[in-house]
């Protein structure tokens, strides 16, 4: 399968992606829906992504973290407990010339060691139907990897019930085919 950025300075490079049974990489459609919402979108200030430090967690080949770069995002932590996917990310991060303003995890998503720094957006995109959201977002609390008010774009199949502990807040769901596009608030 072969992804592009969608716009912005990297707009039209191409992404290395993994051959796995087992990705499921955030389509093109899904992708422009999500980061038309966070661009436009009535909830948020123009520029939002401008010189933010984000979160992409199940990050299979990295289009959602690169997208945000290509965005003008500041950096990107690349969260995920495939190396495999890692050395993807790590290869278009170089293709990109991005490997200064990329930062990568190889852990479970659900035992996140304490963080180093505290972040204002993260995308979290597992397998659907594994239950591996409420983990995530647990561990994401626990560890301090939010800021306050910190928006949490999570992609889920639209037939999962998300549930989310305390702390987050809905604050938007679209439905886009077979994705279930859901925005969480974080306050601790």
Same mark, same amino acid.
């Given at each position: 399968?072969?992804?592009?950025?969608?716009?912005?300075?990297?707009?039209?490079?191409?992404?290395?992606?993994?051959?796995?049974?087992?990705?499921?990489?955030?389509?093109?459609?899904?992708?422009?829906?999500?980061?038309?919402?966070?661009?436009?979108?009535?909830?948020?200030?123009?520029?939002?992504?401008?010189? #933010?430090?984000? !979160?992409?967690?199940?990050?299979?080949? @990295?289009? +959602?973290?690169?997208? %945000? $770069?290509?965005?003008?995002?500041? /950096?990107?932590?690349?969260?995920?407990?495939?190396?495999?996917?890692?050395?993807?990310?790590?290869?278009?991060?170089?293709?990109?010339?991005?490997?200064?303003?990329?930062?990568?995890?190889?852990?479970?998503?659900?035992?996140?060691?304490?963080?180093?720094?505290?972040?204002?957006?993260?995308?979290?995109?597992?397998?659907?139907?594994?239950?591996?959201? #409420?983990?995530? !977002?647990?561990?994401?609390?626990?560890? @301090?990897? +939010?800021?306050?008010? %910190? $928006?949490?774009?999570?992609?889920? /199949?639209?037939?999962?019930?998300?549930?989310?502990?305390?702390?987050?807040?809905?604050?938007?769901?679209?439905?886009?085919?077979?994705?279930?596009?859901?925005?969480?608030?974080?306050?601790?």
């Amino acid at each position: 399968m072969t992804m592009h950025i969608i716009t912005g300075k990297h707009r039209g490079a191409r992404l290395e992606t993994l051959d796995s049974k087992q990705l499921r990489p955030t389509m093109g459609k899904v992708r422009e829906a999500l980061f038309n919402i966070l661009c436009h979108g009535p909830m948020l200030a123009p520029n939002y992504l401008e010189g #933010l430090d984000i !979160l992409d967690i199940f990050c299979g080949c @990295g289009s +959602l973290g690169f997208e %945000a $770069l290509s965005r003008g995002a500041k /950096s990107v932590t690349f969260i995920d407990r495939s190396r495999e996917a890692l050395d993807i990310v790590k290869k278009n991060a170089k293709h990109l010339r991005e490997e200064e303003t990329c930062q990568f995890v190889c852990t479970d998503s659900s035992r996140l060691p304490s963080a180093k720094q505290a972040y204002h957006l993260a995308f979290i995109d597992a397998p659907y139907d594994q239950k591996l959201t #409420l983990p995530c !977002l647990t561990s994401l609390a626990k560890g @301090g990897w +939010l800021n306050q008010n %910190a $928006l949490i774009c999570v992609e889920v /199949s639209k037939t999962e019930d998300l549930v989310f502990p305390q702390g987050y807040v809905l604050d938007d769901e679209r439905h886009y085919g077979r994705t279930k596009l859901v925005f969480l608030r974080y306050s601790s």
